[in-house]
């Protein structure tokens, strides 16, 4: 079932963009696995923490310099300790597991998607 039609004017509310992981590490603070990121999204926006529920699918060896989306213009989110500032964007699979959205080529980090 697809969610209620929304208007491109309500799209372009919804600030997603590109940044680069500059740090990963675990969060086992967090009530669910989860990793702790640090995501650069270039000099406009600076730097941004998040937490991400994607450590079945993802290992934090191949999380460092690997570029991923996100909303950046959602309050931030107290996450146990961490203030999460950002929502990192990602699908479910098969089983449920989060799988991070995929950029097929590089592009400048803080880009935004439309």
């Known amino acids: 079932m697809t969610a209620e039609t929304i208007t491109y004017a309500e799209f372009e509310r919804v600030d997603i963009r590109v940044g680069t992981i500059i740090a990963a590490e675990p969060f086992p603070e967090a009530r669910k696995p989860a990793f702790r990121l640090q995501i650069d999204f270039g000099p406009e926006i600076g730097v941004k923490k998040s937490s991400a ?19 950046v213009n959602f309050p931030p989110r107290q996450i146990g300790p961490m203030r999460s500032e950002v929502l990192t964007l990602g699908f479910p ?22």
């Open 93 to 114: 699979d098969a089983e449920g597991n989060v799988v991070l959205a995929a950029i097929s080529h590089p592009v400048p980090n803080g880009g935004r998607l439309f």
């Open 53 to 71: 529920q994607i450590t079945v699918r993802h290992g934090l060896d191949e999380l460092v310099g690997r570029q991923v989306m996100a909303v």
